[in-house]
């Protein structure tokens, strides 16, 4: 295979699994390298220093976010303080006013509602802070530039929202009722997989959608929503909600209800509890909004505008990077005509959920 990859004397296994995760957040392998060695021969300087904050960590999305954020801190020299959003844009506006009256090495936040952060942030960026979008975003994105934001890290929510859509109207076979429960109003991410409900929706006029409405990503809410809609539309047929814990919030009240043979359910995120709900057939689909990938490469991009310094980080880190993620249902790709090649069908024709979730579970993906 021509020139092999040689193992720099002295690059240990972190430092390894580093490299591979600073080349997969799209900075260039020279840098990644200089940067290790710089990291190896001062490692008696000060420890970074970083803010982050997401949506709420009652949310398991955000909660293996700040996981997975700390466990890259530690690997890289970071002390992440944490600021929790508790789901309410007035307590995470308090906590950002807070932040932007510190010093940072980096800032990366996740806000509750886009338009709700943009003062505190600018005073940040203004002064030299970089800072990091997470999912949602803080601005429209033609403005983040004059903002400061160095890099926004998010998945596609359209496309995350029109497959596993797909999969539940393909199982009612496309006709009955239906219900979408979203997650918060100024969440862009909700706005984005409302997008792709309607998408699929203009597609099937046979589909009724009997009800829309917000759930804000609070479970004991979503018990109560879905408690009336099923009260209200007792032959109801299937449900599309934002995220997977308000999913498995809904499958609870349907299975309570004895309907949990009729109602299709499908969330977005692919936690390992959905994951395992869809092998199980509790839903019917989810779809991987990676918070891993959100949150490990923000600190990734942080890390090195804080090395290198931020005008030759917007030199070398992308503007936005894409987490993308499959959907994940149970269907396999079992078409016999390909059975000896099996290289053609989606997903080698395998179950994939096993390995997903083993790399969830190690906060790889």
């Known amino acids: 295979m021509g020139n092999k990859i040689k193992k720099k004397e002295g690059?240990?296994?972190?430092?390894?699994m580093l490299s591979s995760m600073l080349l997969g957040a799209g900075i260039a392998a020279p840098t990644v390298l200089s940067l290790l060695e710089h990291r190896r021969v001062s490692a008696q300087d000060r420890p970074l220093r970083a803010a982050m904050s997401n949506a709420g960590l009652a949310v398991t999305w955000c909660a293996q976010g700040k996981d997975t954020a700390e466990m890259w801190g530690e690997f890289l020299g970071v002390e992440i303080v944490w600021f929790?959003?508790?789901?309410?844009?007035?307590?995470?506006?308090?906590?950002?006013?807070q932040i932007a009256t510190q010093e940072w090495d980096f800032v990366a936040i996740q806000p509750n509602s886009i338009g709700s952060l943009i003062e505190p942030?600018?005073?940040?960026?203004?002064?030299?802070?970089?800072?990091?979008?997470?999912?949602?975003l803080i601005a429209p994105l033609a403005q983040l530039d004059d903002l400061g934001v160095l890099t926004f890290i998010a998945p596609d929510n359209v496309f995350m929202s029109e497959g596993v859509v797909n999969e539940l109207v393909s199982q009612m076979g496309g006709e009955g009722k239906i219900a979408?429960?979203?997650?918060?109003?100024?969440?862009?991410g909700a706005q984005g997989r409302a997008q792709g409900f309607y998408n699929i929706m203009a597609q099937y006029p046979n589909i009724e959608v009997v009800d829309d409405q917000f759930g804000d990503w609070d479970v004991t809410r979503?018990?109560?929503?879905?408690?009336?809609?099923?009260?209200a539309h007792p032959d109801i047929r299937a449900g599309f909600l934002h995220n997977d814990d308000m999913a498995l919030a809904a499958r609870q009240v349907v299975e309570n209800a004895g309907l949990g043979d009729q109602v299709l359910i499908g969330g977005i995120d692919a936690m390992s509890p959905a994951i395992d709900?869809?092998?199980n057939g509790r839903l019917v689909a989810t779809a991987r909004n990676s918070?891993?990938?959100?949150?490990?490469?923000?600190?990734?991009?942080?890390?090195?505008?804080?090395?290198?310094g931020l005008d030759e980080a917007r030199n070398q880190i992308p503007s936005f990077m894409l987490a993308d993620g499959p959907v994940v249902t149970a269907s396999i790709d079992s078409n016999p005509d390909l059975a000896d090649e099996p290289w053609k069908l989606r997903g080698y024709g395998r179950d994939t959920s096993e390995g997903l979730r083993w790399l969830q579970d190690q906060l790889i993906f």
């Open 84 to 97: 929790d959003g508790q789901l309410d844009t007035n307590i995470q506006r308090a906590a950002v006013d």
């Open 222 to 231: 979503v018990a109560s929503i879905w408690e009336s809609i099923l009260n």
């Open 291 to 308: 918070a891993v990938r959100v949150h490990g490469n923000s600190v990734v991009a942080g890390w090195v505008a804080a090395n290198v």
């Open 121 to 136: 942030i600018q005073a940040m960026t203004s002064a030299g802070i970089p800072f990091v979008g997470m999912d949602t």
């Open 277 to 279: 709900a869809v092998t």
């Open 11 to 16: 690059l240990n296994r972190r430092e390894f």
């Open 180 to 188: 979408h429960t979203w997650g918060q109003q100024g969440h862009t």
